[in-house]
Structure formats: C-alpha cells, structure tokens
C-alpha cells in the first residue's frame, strides 16, 4: 500500500496506486470544477442563420439534452462517426474543450462527440421543447422558410440515408430488373414524421410516411422516392451549402 495526501481535501489516504492524487471520486470529480464551468460558444444567442440552422438539425437527430451531475448543470451533446465534421463543430462551439473519442463496444471504430454547456443555448432547445428524451415526442421547429432546407441537411446529414433500392418484375416470361435511388428520414415521433412530409411538399418534393412493422419498434420513416423528388432534394439541401457530411454527399452524387 501507498500514502498519499488529497489534493482536493488535503486528507491523507492509503491506496494501491503509486501515483494517486485523490482520495476519493468525490474529491477528484469536484476538483478544478472551474476549469470544467468555461463558457462555451452560443450557436442561438442571436437571430438564426444557415449555420445554427444546420446544427439544430444535427442536435434533433443525432443530439441530445441530458444533465451532467458533476457540474450541476445540462449538457448538448451531438455524437457522429465522422470525426472531421465534429471537428469543425468543437472549433465553433467548444473551442475550449477536447474532442471526445468513445470506441464502439463491438470493436467497429470510433464514435466522436462534441459537449456544449452553454446556458443560452440549453435555455434555446427547452423552448422550442427539446427535453432529455425527445425522440418519440420532437416536432419540427419553427423556421424561416429560407433556413428550413439547412436545418433539413442536418437532419439528414444525422438519421437520413440515400440507398439504391433494387426491383424486378416478369413481362412475357422476361425478368427486367429496375434500380431507384430513393432517400429515408428516420424518426420516432410520428409528429415529426407529418410535419416533415409537409415542409418537403411545399418545395415539390413528395414523401410517404412507413411505419416500422416490427414489434416493439416505434419508428417512422418519410422516404421519397419519384426520381425528380430525389434530384429536387439533392438541389434543395446542397444548394450554396457550406456545411454538411462529405461522405454522404459523395454517395448522393454516385446514385443520381
């Protein structure tokens, strides 16, 4: 055994480290408490724009709103496989902080999460109802007309998917095999769903809503499927966009 003395606490403990500093979890999660409280970057202090737009899209698909017990107050949270953009959102929202990096379980990568305390900004998602389990109860906000396609990247750029769908069918006894680029949006609140499905028409893009069929499975998802709606979409997100997910876009091109 080893002697140490607290750092947080001054107490003297005995440990089977040689090299620890605290004497319990509780001294060592409260120490430097300052240095965890810096302010980070607002994304919705002022009038939104393109870019706050997109990240409100990322926060209602692949964000969170949770409470951190060890500094008393509620986090954001976006979490993605894809370091590079959660680079470019830790630059513009929590220059301050590290980029946090959690290896899947099943050994397949990586995922990277960007933290955000900022009071402003948690004040922004509890009025516009985000709260810590918002999947099946989200709806859309309300935005300028001219944001919405932004703040529809960032969703799609979190729990949207552009995949071939393959089809064949027999006529006079010949098989002829058909392939179609179609685009899924997934969500477990069928409010959302609706209200998605409606702000696509009034860009001419048509949608149709799909339950999940298996049991225990409370999701939706709006697909498109016409091919002019999957070329009207592609314009409609990617248009002058500055921010979205690489990958994916580089798949979009491929398949249209």
């Given at each position: 055994?080893?002697?140490?003395?607290?750092?947080?606490?001054?107490?003297?403990?005995?440990?089977?480290?040689?090299?620890?500093?605290?004497?319990?979890?509780?001294?060592?999660?409260?120490?430097?408490?300052s240095?965890r409280?810096?302010?980070?970057?607002?994304?919705?202090?002022?009038?939104?724009?393109?870019?706050?737009?997109?990240?409100?899209?990322?926060?209602?698909?692949?964000?969170?709103?949770?409470?951190?017990?060890?500094?008393?107050?509620?986090?954001?949270?976006?979490?993605?496989?894809?370091e590079?953009?959660?680079?470019?959102?830790?630059?513009?929202?929590?220059?301050?902080?590290?980029?946090?990096?959690?290896?899947?379980?099943?050994?397949?990568?990586?995922?990277?999460?960007?933290?955000?305390t900022?009071?402003?900004?948690?004040?922004?998602?509890?009025?516009?109802?985000?709260?810590?389990?918002?999947?099946?109860?989200?709806?859309?906000?309300?935005?300028?007309?001219?944001?919405?396609?932004?703040?529809?990247?960032?969703?799609?750029?979190?729990?949207?998917?552009?995949?071939?769908?393959?089809?064949?069918?027999?006529?006079?006894?010949?098989?002829?095999?058909?392939?179609?680029?179609?685009?899924?949006?997934?969500t477990?609140?069928?409010?959302?769903?609706?209200?998605?499905?409606?702000?696509?028409?009034?860009?001419?893009?048509?949608?149709?809503?799909?339950?999940?069929?298996?049991?225990?499975?409370?999701?939706?998802?709006?697909?498109?499927?016409?091919?002019?709606?999957?070329?009207?979409?592609?314009?409609?997100?990617?248009?002058?966009?500055?921010?979205?997910?690489?990958?994916?876009?580089?798949?979009?091109?491929?398949?249209?």
């Open positions: 055994m080893f002697c140490g003395i607290c750092i947080k606490c001054n107490k003297e403990f005995e440990t089977k480290k040689r090299n620890q500093k605290f004497c319990s979890k509780s001294c060592a999660n409260s120490f430097n408490t240095a409280k810096i302010e980070d970057n607002s994304v919705f202090k002022t009038k939104l724009n393109k870019l706050s737009s997109y990240i409100l899209g990322l926060i209602y698909s692949d964000g969170c709103l949770s409470y951190d017990r060890h500094t008393k107050r509620k986090r954001i949270t976006i979490s993605m496989n894809e590079e953009l959660i680079e470019k959102l830790n630059r513009i929202m929590t220059p301050n902080k590290k980029v946090y990096k959690y290896k899947h379980p099943m050994g397949r990568g990586y995922t990277y999460s960007v933290i955000s900022n009071p402003i900004d948690v004040k922004y998602l509890l009025d516009i109802g985000i709260t810590e389990r918002k999947s099946s109860i989200v709806s859309m906000p309300k935005l300028p007309r001219n944001l919405m396609r932004h703040f529809i990247r960032g969703y799609f750029d979190g729990d949207g998917s552009v995949y071939i769908n393959r089809t064949s069918t027999y006529y006079n006894g010949i098989k002829k095999n058909y392939i179609y680029t179609n685009i899924s949006f997934t477990g609140s069928n409010v959302f769903a609706e209200q998605l499905k409606l702000v696509l028409s009034l860009f001419n893009i048509e949608s149709k809503i799909v339950k999940d069929s298996r049991q225990n499975h409370k999701c939706f998802y709006v697909k498109i499927y016409k091919k002019e709606c999957v070329k009207n979409f592609y314009n409609f997100i990617y248009t002058d966009a500055e921010y979205y997910l690489k990958r994916k876009h580089s798949k979009f091109i491929e398949m249209i």
